[in-house]
């Protein structure tokens, strides 16, 4: 078991691979996606456990609208259900319910039970749980930028005081830390337009494990891999 003084703050999960474990084993891909549900709920509820600060999960990309509407209109439906499921969950862990992205897109039931669950939970003091819905990091860039434009045409900024922390403030994440360990199930090695500001610091962990798969034994292996890890942000460890 990984020692808690060498746990990571923030955890972010590329959940990959619902489709090829379905595939493999003569199913839709959509049978995917099913599964995947329990490995959040077994992830959440462990690192809500160990105390983690915040778990970030990438769980739909703005460009995952390119799927077919059968299998779009699918995980909305998925999103819905898991939302009111897994009010019990979130409770019972203390968990405080966040989303970023561009949340106005999805289906207005989606919406709601979203909206349900996070004034649900925002007097909790446990772990974050943060959803990235309809999510891109080129675009919370792009979305970033234009606010700050507009705040400096306004005046209410001056171009001299951007800085890094300035920028932040613009983000969707703002307010919350960077994530210290990311992770992408399925084998690919990739950050797949996620978190990219955010994660420039980050230690990453690539497993071949398919998502519907992952549990608490693999993020053992992450969490034990960090720990043996020194991280030196761009400078030296004397």
Request: with cysteine.
């Amino acid at each position: 078991m990984a020692k808690k003084n060498k746990l990571p703050n923030h955890i972010a999960i590329i959940m990959d691979g619902n489709g090829r474990w379905a595939r493999r084993r003569g199913f839709m891909r959509v049978k995917g996606h099913e599964e995947g549900v329990n490995s959040v709920r077994e992830i959440t509820t462990e690192c809500a456990k160990k105390h983690i600060g915040q778990l970030t999960l990438y769980a739909f990309s703005n460009e995952n609208w390119k799927r077919s509407k059968t299998e779009v209109n699918f995980l909305m439906r998925m999103l819905k259900k898991f939302l009111i499921a897994e009010r019990k969950t979130i409770e019972d862990n203390d968990i405080i319910l966040k989303t970023i992205g561009r949340t106005e897109a999805l289906p207005d039931d989606v919406k709601k039970e979203l909206s349900i669950s996070m004034k649900e939970s925002r007097n909790n003091r446990g772990m974050i749980l943060c959803l990235a819905l309809n999510y891109g990091g080129r675009t919370e860039i792009i979305d970033a930028t234009k606010k700050l434009a507009a705040d400096v045409k306004k005046g209410t900024l001056k171009s001299k005081d951007i800085d890094d922390d300035v920028f932040k403030k613009y983000l969707y994440t703002s307010g919350m830390s960077d994530p210290d360990l990311l992770i992408r199930t399925g084998g690919e090695m990739r950050v797949s337009n996620f978190l990219l500001w955010e994660v420039s610091y980050a230690e990453l962990w690539f497993t071949s494990v398919y998502w519907p798969e992952f549990r608490k034994k693999d993020l053992e292996e992450a969490l034990k891999d960090y720990a043996k890890r020194e991280r030196r942000f761009g400078g030296l460890i004397e």
